[in-house]
């Protein structure tokens, strides 16, 4: 395995990580809102711990939560189906993988220049988020990265179906 397909795995690995925690980050803000409003409800507005945002924050922590753990789980979560697969050589299997992987990989390509530009257009125009007014060109930003290390693990794991499948050992 390449120096670069093992930085692309361990990076990808790491936003995986990063994954968990905005699923438990999402879990503790829901947890957070429904609590300070029932204790508000309970108290009659007496006590008011509520705030703004959550909705935000966990809309957000969802996109990251998914959009970070698709790099790492991008050959991990392919269903085959034996019926068309049943008859194919290994070598015919990997390089119908490698055609889905480089498929993935231009979607990919595709999201990150749209998020690229994205990132310059909230920036000139000074878009914010609705509630907590955090800047939408740092979303953008996270979210390309999300985006491009999608598309840097495709095409590594093509890569490897494309080895695969001209007969060379992983």
Avoid at 76 to 90: E, G, P
Avoid at 136 to 165: D, F, H, K, N, Q
């Amino acid at each position: 395995m390449s120096r670069f397909a093992r930085i692309v795995d361990a990076i990808s690995r790491v936003m995986l990580l990063i994954s968990s925690f905005m699923l438990a980050a999402m879990m503790l803000v829901v947890l957070a809102e429904v609590s300070t409003r029932a204790l508000f409800g309970f108290t009659g507005g007496g006590v008011d711990f509520t705030f703004t945002g959550g909705i935000e924050l966990v809309r957000f922590a969802l996109l990251f939560a998914i959009l970070y753990a698709l790099p790492w789980n991008v050959d991990r979560s392919q269903v085959v189906v034996d019926l068309f697969t049943n008859n194919m050589s290994k070598r015919a299997i990997a390089a119908l993988q490698a055609s889905c992987f480089i498929g993935y990989f231009l979607l990919a390509l595709a999201m990150s220049y749209r998020f690229w530009g994205s990132i310059s257009q909230a920036h000139l125009s000074g878009e914010t988020t609705q509630d907590l007014s955090m800047p939408m060109s740092y979303i953008y930003a996270a979210t390309l990265v999300g985006t491009g290390m999608l598309c840097l693990r495709s095409l590594v794991v093509a890569g490897r179906r494309i080895r695969e499948a001209m007969g060379y050992q992983s």
